[in-house]
């Protein structure tokens, strides 16, 4: 059974290519700004995956439909995919030395059931200058990221430390992909890829 990652995010498709799944990769047709936050991040980004699965379904109504949102919350504020470059810097000073939570939502769909599941990460984040900022910005160009930033490679620079799954701060927590999947009846741990002998640990 094929799986649809309702996502274009390549960070999710890096993730889920860990695993030998077969999945197809589409953009779900879903107008994430309809939504307004009532002030409870994991009811929103709850809401949120479910509207990019529904979207899909009359599209793919045999296969299982895996979408997921992102979000950066603070102090009762969501920190979303910045808008410009100035919003982007506004919110890299806001975090910075300050903890933040990261929220994803994973909606799974298959036939009649649909399977929600948060996970929550905590960050902190170094104190930054405004010229480690516009470096930053300069450099790694998060513009298409949730709070306009990345843990992965060079991007870890501004975090300090984090309480939680470091994959979802990337877009998709693997044990909450996990935990949704054996709930519609596929085990994640039989879809281990057999890796070269070269990518064993050693």
Partial sequence: MKLILGSQSPRRREILNFFSLPFEQVSPSFDEDSVPFDGDPRLYVTILSAGKANSLKSRFPQEIIVTADTIVYKDGKIFGKPRNKEEAFQ????????????????????????????????????????????????SLHCADKAGGYMIQGAGSLIVNRIEGCYYNVMGLPVNALRQALQEAGIDLWQHLKDLPKGHLCE
Avoid: M, P
């Avoid at 994803?104 to 200058?129: A, M, P």
């Fill in 91 to 138: 919110n890299l000073r806001e975090l910075a030395g300050h903890w933040h939570t990261v929220f994803t939502g994973i909606t799974l769909c298959y036939q009649d059931k649909e399977i929600h599941v948060v996970q929550d990460t905590h960050v902190l984040f170094n104190s930054l200058s405004d010229q480690q900022i516009h470096y930053y910005q300069d």
